[in-house]
């Protein structure tokens, strides 16, 4: 059987990664600083620890793995990433994860590193056209992130890729395009736009309003879980080293992702659109070089998607389920 090694494990993608490696037959080492919220974790070991800490990454490193992926970060929605009030967190926290497994890769000898990277790492001057972003690989330079989250997704994409060079660490990097679906922080500050929206309307009353940082014409794709774990694993089985987008090239603006869920929800569309971390003006995946090199792009189209987190939400709900105690 193979090994593998999932740090960020307590996250949303990092918990259907557990799953999805137990499911292709790897025996799983999990860790993070908390279990996943929603549903137990079928890894074999989970382990709970602050992998800032260089001694707690090397009792979660400390041994051969055939696969590890680093997950692990300090992140959050828009208005966490983008409110200025954490961007020394996130540089520091996350760096220092990356600088600690990275090098502990190396000494422990592990077959490949898979490091989730972000479509933050874009550079503000190539999406100001809502109607028109450009997001091919290649455009990350001259680099001008929007945000230090951007930054230092950027910098740890350039430590793997240096010990890849130096050490012949085989790495695999992905730009994660929004990714969303059942069992993503859905409250408490920290979810992504899709659950945020999913849980405004449920809220709402029919006929009333929800509230919609920014003007609504900015735009994005949003890729759904399933498809997300199957980029991962076919870059993996590849010998395509990245950075490469993994995300949807089904754009739509912020006004009309919420006019979706509002006709999911079979309720009236009523938008206020407010001040409020927005980022960049326009952000779509560019599939063409996952396609040349993997032959593959993703599939499931985004309403079906919602569809089922919109469900998934409203359960969450009505039972009051919150977290897994």
């Not at 990714?179 to 405004?200: D, T, V």
């Not at 993703?298 to 897994?324: C, D, H, N, R, V």
Request: charged share 25%; glycine share 10%; proline share 6%.
């Amino acid at each position: 059987m193979k090994s593998a090694l999932v740090l960020g494990a307590g996250g949303f993608i990092g918990s259907h990664l557990v799953k999805h490696l137990k499911q292709d037959g790897f025996t799983v080492r999990a860790a993070d600083l908390k279990k996943p919220e929603f549903s137990p974790s079928p890894a074999d070991e989970f382990l709970i620890g602050d992998l800032t800490d260089p001694q707690i990454c090397a009792r979660v490193l400390d041994k051969p793995f055939d696969h590890v992926y680093q997950l692990a970060a300090d992140m959050g929605g828009a208005g966490y990433i983008f409110s200025g009030e954490h961007d020394a967190d996130l540089l520091h926290n996350s760096a220092l994860i990356n600088l600690n497994i990275s090098r502990l890769c190396v000494i422990h000898k592990v077959g490949k590193v898979f490091y989730s990277s972000s479509a933050c790492v874009y550079p503000v001057h190539n999406q100001t056209d809502p109607g028109n972003p450009n997001c091919s690989e290649a455009s990350a330079y001259p680099a001008d992130p929007d945000s230090e989250y951007g930054w230092e997704k950027l910098f740890s994409e350039r430590l793997y890729l240096s010990y890849a060079r130096n050490y012949g660490l085989k790495v695999r990097i992905a730009r994660f395009h929004n990714i969303f679906g059942p069992e993503s922080p859905w409250q408490g500050g920290r979810e992504k736009a899709p659950a945020a929206l999913c849980r405004k309307v449920l809220e709402v009353k029919d006929g009333g309003a929800i509230e919609v940082w920014g003007n609504g014409q900015q735009t994005r794709s949003f890729l759904y879980i399933d498809d997300c774990l199957e980029g991962i694993s076919r870059l993996m089985e590849s010998d395509f080293e990245g950075p490469v987008n993994i995300g949807s090239e089904e754009m739509i603006s912020i006004n009309d992702f919420a006019r979706m869920v509002f006709r999911i929800a079979g309720k009236k569309p009523l938008i206020k659109n407010i001040p409020g971390p927005t980022g960049v003006n326009g952000r779509n995946s560019d599939n063409r070089l996952i396609q040349e090199k993997l032959g593959w792009a993703p599939s499931f189209p985004l309403e079906k998607g919602m569809e089922l987190t919109y469900k998934w939400i409203e359960g969450q709900e009505k039972i009051g389920l919150k977290a897994i105690k």
